[in-house]
């Protein structure tokens, strides 16, 4: 009996971590569906594990947070993201994944720098990182959304 007890034991001590790994990893917060720009200033690039954070302030003087990659998997994106590409006060379009409760954040998918770099900060939370060839362009004529950028451009 008590090989059987230690044996369970030894079970659950393996499994929990992995039980824990694909929780944390739940992406249900976020609706994909949806594909909002946030424009405003960076108020601070939290290159933290186990995710990164993008928080910025619009012009009204809202606050988002958006939730991004961890850190080891954005050094090895082009173009490469470390701890010093965005500081303070940086001019920042987010293209994210919105909150499903309305929140003020999401699931960040591309970033798009003033000079019009874009960026992949994704954790699969948020698709728009398959579009960000487009994003650039689709900001630099004004939409707001995947919704209005494909109404603009034709796109079904």
Known sequence: ?????????AAAAIA???????????FSMFNPDVED????????????SPHTFMIIEDAEGVVWAFEGAAPPS????????????????DEISVV???LRD????????VFVTADGTAYNPSDAG?????RIANWPAWIAKGYKSLEEAKAGEGIK
Do not use: E
């Open 1 to 9: 009996m008590n090989k059987l007890l230690a044996f369970a034991l």
């Open 16 to 26: 929990a971590p992995v039980t824990m790994a694909y929780a944390h990893h739940s």
């Open 37 to 48: 720009v946030i424009q405003g200033k960076v108020v601070r690039w939290a290159f933290n």
């Open 74 to 89: 954005l050094l090895g994106r082009s173009p490469q993201m470390t701890g010093d590409t965005f500081k303070t006060g």
């Open 96 to 98: 994210s994944c919105p």
């Open 102 to 109: 309305g929140r003020n954040g999401g699931a960040a998918g």
């Open 126 to 130: 948020c698709r728009a990182n398959q």
